[in-house]
């Protein structure tokens, strides 16, 4: 069973650029949540979500959206990029939701560097 | 303030020793989860524990959740180079919004 898939693994942009990030969950498995991580925050929770709805949502700015599909892969896109956004994204999915507390298992995660 | 404070911060030992860390916070949970992360790739679920007091042990680890639900800690008996990673604690708080709080991390290096 394939894991979690996130593309791309690296990439560099400039400040003010956007950029796009795709996840594609385990079989299956419905829920899809985003946490950026950083050396000095630790992993944060972006959103996460459910049937191609948003169900939770962390304490992030506005550039930072997201989206679910019917197939349930998910991107996420944060725009006007800061340098402060450099960080590893992380995906993770689970067979339901959050709130039912299942298993999250995570992808490999997109390094982001902004320049 | 981080809701979730992890110590040591960073830990680095010989082969064969012995090492807890510690997971901390005001407070209570629901759950909590303990996940390894080795470096480039993401957290692996290791454990989740549930009740107050309850003690799970998985092969040379041994995780304990503080009866009032709002502390943890992972004890590793043996540490072997394979242990080496960045552990994490996360959690929900008791009545919050489902939203999961992760600790910064314990960053272990096991020489051999």
């Known amino acids: 069973k394939a894991g979690v898939t996130q593309t791309p693994r690296y990439l560099i942009k400039t400040r003010g650029q956007q950029v796009t990030l795709s996840c594609s969950p385990i079989s299956g498995h419905r829920s899809v949540s985003w946490y950026q991580q950083t050396p000095g925050q630790g992993l944060q929770f972006l959103f996460e979500y459910f049937s191609e709805t948003q169900r939770n949502k962390g304490n992030f700015p506005g550039r930072f959206s997201g989206r679910q599909f019917s197939n349930s892969r998910s991107e996420m896109n944060v725009s006007t990029l800061e340098l402060g956004d450099s960080a590893l994204y992380l995906c993770?999915?689970?067979?339901?939701?959050?709130?039912?507390?299942?298993?999250?298992?995570f992808g490999e995660g997109s390094w982001l560097t902004v320049v | 303030t981080q809701l979730l404070e992890q110590s040591p911060q960073f830990l680095s030992i010989q082969e064969g020793e012995n090492l807890t860390v510690y997971c901390n916070s005001s407070?209570?949970?629901?759950?909590l989860q303990w996940y390894r992360q080795e470096p480039g790739e993401g957290p692996v679920l290791l454990v989740t524990v549930v009740t107050g007091g309850e003690v799970k042990k998985l092969k040379r680890l041994t995780f304990q959740f503080g009866d009032a639900r709002k502390d943890s800690s992972l004890h590793i008996t043996a540490a072997q180079p394979g242990d080496t990673g960045l552990y994490l604690c996360?959690?929900?708080?008791?009545?919050?919004?489902?939203?999961?709080?992760f600790g910064r991390g314990t960053s272990l290096i096991v020489h051999p």
């Open positions: 407070s209570v949970f629901s759950s």
């Open positions: 993770a999915s689970s067979l339901g939701s959050s709130r039912t507390g299942n298993t999250i298992y």
């Open positions: 996360a959690g929900e708080e008791t009545g919050g919004s489902y939203i999961p709080t």
